[in-house]
């Protein structure tokens, strides 16, 4: 009985391999193939990260780039900003010096024209005639 127990069991063994074997060989190829696309997804997404990556470094330095243009293009405008201010400056300083100059010398013309008029008074008032004789500034 033993053997044929033991025969039985060997034939469910072998029914089991002759159904089982069959079917993971025929199953390999969908395996394989799934294993092949699993990969592949991989491969895509890590490529995906690594365009990503790269992309957002370009731009990145894109930004970098213009960040320092525009930095530079800031530092020129205030280096011409201060330049200016100091011509301004210079020339606000001549200005003042030259309505200093302009007034000092409009006093100086008023108070040789008040001698003139008072040398022409002494001159007539000695009876003679001056040979200068002061015309008035029109519309003064």
């Keep these: 009985m033993m053997n044929t127990t033991t025969d039985a069991k060997l034939d469910t063994i072998q029914i089991l391999l ?3 074997i ?3 060989i025929a199953a390999m190829p969908s395996i394989i193939s799934s294993i092949a696309a699993w990969k592949d997804r991989r ?13 957002a470094e370009k731009v990145s330095s894109a930004w970098e780039k213009l960040a320092g243009d525009l930095q530079t293009r800031i530092d020129k405008m ?11 400056k210079k020339s606000d300083e001549r200005q003042q010096k030259m309505e200093a ?6 006093k100086r013309i ?12 002494q001159v007539t008032s000695m009876g003679a005639t001056p040979n200068f004789i002061l015309e008035e500034e029109k519309g003064e």
Excluded at 101 to 106: E, H
């Design 101 to 106: 100059k302009l007034d000092r010398q409009g």
């Design 43 to 55: 491969k895509r997404k890590a490529e995906s990260l690594a365009d990503e990556s790269t992309a």
């Design 18 to 20: 002759i159904i089982i």
């Design 78 to 88: 205030e280096a011409r900003q201060i330049l200016s201010d100091d011509r301004q």
């Design 110 to 121: 008023r108070y040789l024209e008040h001698g003139v008029q008072t040398l022409i008074e």
């Design 22 to 24: 069959p079917s993971i």
